[in-house]
C-alpha cells in the first residue's frame, strides 16, 4: 500500500493554516462567518500536497461550504496552473458566499468555478462538458443516497490515475459507500499515516460505535484517518446483471 506524507514546498504560506488558526471567514461587517465543520489543517495540508505530488491539473468538489478544503485545493492548482470546481447548492444562501470571499481574499478567483446546484445536476454537466478530471474531494451531503450519487459521478469524471477523496469517512454512509468501491470498482487505497488519531481518540470510536450497536463498526479503514485517499486504477465494466452484496 502506498502512503502519502504531507510535504508542501519550502517558503511557501500556506492560506489555509492562517484561516483556521483566525477562526472565521468571509467579510467583517458582510458575511462573516465562524468555521464550523470544516477540514483540519493537516487534511487541508494533505489535499494540497496529493494535488501537487501528482500534477494535478483539473479538479472538483462537493460541498464547497465555508471554502476551508476549497481554498487549499485552488491554492494548491493554481502552482500547477490548473482549474478547481466546487458544487455546492447553499453558497449563497447558508454559506452566504464566504468560500469566495476567502478565495478572493487570497486572489484565486481566476482559478475556481462554482457550479451552483445539487450534485446531481451539476455533476452532469461537468461530464457533458470536460474531459476527465485528476483529482476529487468529496464532501457533500452525508446521506448515503447523496453520497453515492457524489462517487457515481465521479468514478465517471477521474481519469485512470486520478484521485479520489472522501471526507468525514468515519460515518456509516462513506463506510457503506467503501464497501461498494471494494466489491464493484478498482480503486487502490493510500494510507496517510500522519492523519492517525491517538490510541485514546480511536478506543473512544470503538466503544462509541459498539455501545451505539452501529453497522460495520469494526471496519476502520485507513486505521481511524477521518480522510480516505483511493487512486483509480482502471475503469471498470461490469455484466449488466452483475451484483455483489457491500
Known sequence: MSKIEIQLPDNFEFFTDRIIERG?????????????????????????????????????????????????ITQAIALTNGHHYGIDPYQFTYHKGTALSLLAEHHLLSYFTL??????????????????????????????????????????????????????????????IF????????????????LQPNLQA?????????????????EWHNDFCNLLVLQKTCETELPWYHFEDF
Open 24 to 72: 472565521w471567514v468571509g467579510e467583517i461587517g458582510k458575511n462573516k462567518q465562524d468555521i464550523k465543520g470544516a477540514v483540519s489543517k493537516m487534511e487541508a495540508r494533505t489535499l494540497a500536497t496529493i494535488i501537487l505530488q501528482h500534477n494535478c491539473q483539473k479538479s472538483f468538489e462537493t460541498g464547497v461550504a465555508n471554502g476551508i478544503s476549497t481554498l487549499a
Open 115 to 176: 457550479c451552483e446546484g445539487s450534485s446531481h445536476l451539476e455533476a452532469p454537466k461537468l461530464l457533458s462538458e470536460h474531459d476527465k478530471f485528476d483529482f476529487a474531494f468529496i464532501d457533500g451531503m452525508h446521506t448515503f443516497d447523496c453520497k453515492f450519487i457524489d462517487f457515481f459521478y465521479a468514478d465517471k469524471l477521474l481519469k485512470i490515475g486520478g484521485l479520489l477523496v472522501f471526507h468525514d469517512c468515519l460515518l456509516p454512509s462513506v463506510k457503506k
Open 179 to 194: 464497501r461498494f468501491i471494494k466489491t464493484h470498482k478498482k480503486y487502490s487505497l493510500i494510507a496517510t499515516p500522519e
Open 202 to 218: 480511536k478506543a473512544k470510536y470503538m466503544l462509541a460505535a459498539f455501545i451505539k450497536g452501529k453497522l460495520y463498526w469494526h
